[in-house]
């Protein structure tokens, strides 16, 4: 696959190309930096409001904190595509020009978005109902930056008013090098399937990439978007947070590559955010490592209420050891798991 200036090629070479989708609360410096490592072609980032990029505050400097990507251009690692919206076209361009000063290799613009509260500010899938202005927010951000421009999208307001291919025309037209495509519509949110029909048409009607999206689970899945479609790549968002090895071309890993994962993101995320925040965003996320393992919901609920770092590194070594096969507890997440390890699905 090409964006602007850049050339990916899957992590093995049986495999589709496959990137981070950008996701809000987990897009993070440190789980990027592992997604890449283990083979995404592409990382996407927590998504920014335009009007945030000036703020001073530690959490905003955080999020805009794109040195990863010096990593990732000195070991070609992957790719840095640092995520904008809003409803102010040029504070967009503008914010556009900041992430490519902080070293984004990639600047992806917003337009899927479906959260009521953003898309009735006139921001993320809100675009989709004015083609013109979403038009002239992908092209002035062009203009602005000389790093490639890609959109992240979905199908269109709802079933009776599905515009996919007419935004891909609008985003080649504006200068946009790449389009993702998350495969419902905004009406649906997260409810029902994704619909991939409509990506393999996209594919058919675009002479830029179309990165497919939406509901892979695992390797199978991925392979068989990228059949069935003809996508230039394969975007992975929640399948990754419970399995970052999907990008090296595995469903999963043993239990002790998952304990000495885990270990090491709790303590990069203590370095990076203070032990305090660092492990209150981690463990969370770790949770989803240890699902379907044995005494996994044991487990779970320990790393849930665990606040040290010393504590949770103690309690996953304790773990670090051969035993049975999964109860049915361990498979399944009780209501107040599933609560606490609840995840506000942004895109
Ligand atoms: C926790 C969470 C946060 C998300 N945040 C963003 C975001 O900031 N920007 C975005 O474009 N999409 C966001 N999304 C949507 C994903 O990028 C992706 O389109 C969606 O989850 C479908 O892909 P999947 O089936 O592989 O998860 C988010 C999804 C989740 C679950």
Redesign the pocket.
């Known amino acids: 696959m090409q964006i602007g200036p850049y050339q990916l090629s899957p992590y093995k070479p049986d495999m589709p190309i496959l990137t981070l989708?950008?996701?809000?609360?987990?897009?993070n410096w440190v789980f990027r930096l592992i997604c890449a490592r283990l083979g995404a072609g592409l990382v996407?980032?927590?998504?920014i409001n335009c009007r945030s990029i000036g703020l001073r505050s530690r959490k905003s400097l955080q999020m805009l904190d794109f040195s990863d990507a010096q990593i990732y251009a000195d070991t070609r690692l992957s790719l840095l595509a640092a995520?904008i919206?809003g409803n102010d076209i040029d504070l967009i361009a503008n914010g556009a020009r900041e992430f490519e000063r902080r070293g984004a290799q990639i600047v992806?613009i917003?337009f899927?978005?479906s959260v009521p509260k953003i898309v009735e500010k006139g921001c993320?899938a809100a675009y989709l109902r004015d083609l013109d202005r979403l038009y002239t927010a992908v092209q002035r951000t062009v203009e602005a930056v000389s790093v490639p421009v890609i959109v992240?999208t979905r199908l269109g307001w709802d079933d009776s008013d599905i515009n996919i291919l007419e935004v891909i025309k609008r985003c080649e037209d504006a200068g946009a090098k790449a389009v993702?495509i998350?495969a419902?519509t905004v009406v649906q949110k997260?409810k029902g399937q994704?619909n991939w029909d409509w990506i393999a048409r996209a594919v058919e009607n675009s002479s830029i990439p179309i990165i497919g999206?939406?509901?892979?689970?695992d390797l199978a899945g991925a392979r068989r978007m990228q059949r069935e479609t003809g996508c230039a790549a394969v975007?992975?968002?929640?399948?990754?947070?419970a399995n970052p090895w999907i990008f090296s071309g595995r469903d999963g890993a043993t239990l002790s590559e998952r304990v000495e994962l885990a270990l090491e993101q709790l303590q990069l995320m203590a370095d990076y955010k203070g032990e305090r925040v660092g492990v209150l965003e981690t463990r969370k996320h770790l949770a989803l490592y240890f699902k379907s393992l044995p005494r996994a919901s044991e487990l779970r609920q320990q790393l849930l209420t665990t606040t040290t770092l010393a504590g949770l590194a103690d309690l996953l070594a304790a773990w670090n050891e051969p035993d049975a096969t999964p109860t049915e507890d361990d498979l399944t997440l009780s209501p107040a798991e599933a609560e606490a390890l609840a995840?506000?699905?942004?895109?």
Request: hydrophobic share 40%.
């Open positions: 989708a950008p996701m809000a609360g987990v897009g996407g980032v927590e998504f995520q919206y992806d917003n899927g978005c993320g992240k993702a998350h419902r997260y994704a999206n939406g509901d892979v689970l975007m992975i968002g929640r399948a990754a947070m995840w506000g699905g942004n895109g």
